[in-house]
């Protein structure tokens, strides 16, 4: 199995999007997209993650704990690309 079907094996530096509204009190809703930099699934079934501006690279949550049903890692697959920039599409002005 790997990353892409089992979120426990993401690795610092992966790209992950969100997959709901979990998060929308701390400014994350689904469809962002943020950068794995912990990996604690094993010990607390949770991923530290960083989402910031894609535009601005403003921080929109410097650190965020996200359950590990609640994303799922970015692959470069085309659809997946698509997802990034209609992302990125958000922030522009």
């Known amino acids: 199995m790997d990353k892409y079907k089992n979120n426990a ?3 610092p530096m992966d790209e992950i999007i969100l997959l709901n509204e979990n998060y ?3 400014g994350l809703r689904a469809g962002y997209v943020g950068t794995v930099m912990e990996n604690l699934i094993e010990k ?3 991923v ?3 989402f910031s501006n894609p535009v601005t690279g403003d921080y929109i949550r410097p650190v965020a704990y996200i359950k590990k049903e609640d994303f799922r890692v970015l692959s470069d697959a085309e659809s997946d690309n ?3 920039k209609a992302f990125k599409d958000l922030f522009k002005k």
């Open 9 to 11: 094996l993401a690795e």
């Open 24 to 26: 929308a009190d701390q």
């Open 44 to 46: 607390h079934g949770v």
């Open 48 to 50: 530290i993650a960083d």
């Open 82 to 84: 698509q997802l990034a």
